[in-house]
Structure formats: C-alpha cells, structure tokens
T-cell receptor, first 112, second 108 residues
Framework: NAGVTQTPKFQVLKTGQSMTLQCAQDMNHNSMYWYRQDPGMGLRLIYYSASEGTTDKGEVPNGYNVSRLNKREFSLRLESAAPSQTSVYFC???????????FGDGTRLSIL | AQRVTQPEKLLSVFKGAPVELKCNYSYSGSPELFWYVQYSRQRLQLLLRHISRESIKGFTADLNKGETSFHLKKPFAQEEDSAMYYCALQGGSEKLVFGKGTKLTVNP
C-alpha cells in the first residue's frame, strides 16, 4: 500500500499562475483533507471532504478550491497564486472524520 | 469550540534526560486526543492516541480531564526523538484540530 500519495513534491510558481495539487489514497478511506503547514502556525485545515461528493471549508479556504474527484482522489487548486500561499501542503485521509488521519509526504510550493 | 494549546514552540533537552511536551485542550465534551510526530522533512505520523493507552517508542501520554491536558512524556530522550510534535483533538463527530506544534531537539 502506498497510503496517501501527493504530486508534485516540489513546485515553484510565479504570482498569478494557477496550479493543481493532486492527492490520492489507496486505503478506501471516506474522508480526505488538505492542510498547509507554516512555521509557527502549525497545521491549518484548508478544505476537507467528509465523504465522496461533499466538500467543506476549513480554517483558511480563501484562494483555494478543491475537487473530490472520486473516493480515492482529492485535488487542491490555486487559481491565481499569491506569495502568501508559499507553504508546505499536506493531504490526509481517514476512514471517517472521527478516525486518525494518515498523511502524505507533502508538497513544497514556492510562489515568487 | 475545540482548541489545542501547545505552550512551547521549542524544547531542547540532553540525551538521556526526561522530556515532557505539554498539551492543553479546550472542549466541553469527551475528547479524543492524539499525538502526531513529524521527523525532519517527513510526513506526519500518528504517534499515539489516548484511548489505546499504548507506549510507542518509549513515549506515553495520559489524559487528565481535570486539568484538560494530554502531555507527552518520555523518561530518557534519544537523539532520534528530535522532531516536530503535534497534539490534536477530536470532539464527537468534529474533524481533528491541531495545536501549533513543539519542536523537540535532543542534544548529544
């Protein structure tokens, strides 16, 4: 089992460019999440999907959109990247929303 | 509202010394509490959860409902314990809420 797989691992964008971060899990989990990790801020939830077909805003959703493409895949899109979105992005999944989460390796995104 | 506080951003100890990473929470019901660990440039991993009452890699954590705390302890720290540690709370059917994390450095 690969667990939670994120692509790409690294990306550099220019301000205003768009980008989609991909996430897939092979654990048959129902719930999936996108976080950003910034120094001194810990992990902040951007969006989550409690089950296939549903998505909800987290703590910091502005500037992002998500798509729960199917049970396995949950993508995060930056429509017009801004330097404030420079961060490490983690995708996670869990069997249900009240079960422990399993994380991907992260995507390091730099916006110039 | 659910809230998790990790009062120490940084914690430094010497190898062989005891270590305690503090976690306090705010939640009106019965919470589920977790500790996650992130070694340098790796993914977050679940270290332990309070309901399983396990000891993982020598770490233990006890839920103290009176003090609303879930501190992580290890009697003898090792250099390989150096990592970022996150306390997390889940209340009822709500999603997980993370603290801001404590960076532990174990010096030789």
């Amino acid at each position: 089992n690969a667990g939670v797989t994120q692509t790409p691992k690294f990306q550099v964008l220019k301000t205003g460019q768009s980008m989609t971060l991909q996430c897939a899990q092979d654990m048959n989990h129902n719930s999936m999440y996108w976080y950003r990790q910034d120094p001194g801020m810990g992990l902040r939830l951007i969006y989550y999907s409690a089950s296939e077909g549903t998505t909800d805003k987290g703590e910091v959703p502005n500037g992002y959109n998500v798509s729960r493409l199917n049970k396995r895949e949950f993508s995060l899109r930056l429509e017009s990247a801004a330097p404030s979105q420079t961060s490490v992005y983690f995708c996670a999944s869990s069997l249900s929303s009240n079960q422990p989460q399993h994380f991907g390796d992260g995507t390091r995104l730099s916006i110039l | 509202a659910q809230r998790v506080t990790q009062p120490e951003k940084l914690l430094s100890v010497f190898k062989g010394a005891p270590v305690e990473l503090k976690c306090n929470y705010s939640y009106s019901g019965s919470p589920e509490l977790f500790w996650y660990v992130q070694y340098s440039r790796q993914r977050l991993q679940l270290l332990l959860r309070h309901i399983s009452r396990e000891s993982i890699k020598g770490f233990t954590a006890d839920l103290n409902k009176g003090e609303t705390s879930f501190h992580l302890k290890k009697p003898f720290a090792q250099e390989e314990d150096s990592a970022m540690y996150y306390c997390a709370l889940q209340g009822g059917s709500e999603k997980l809420v993370f603290g801001k994390g404590t960076k532990l450095t174990v010096n030789p």
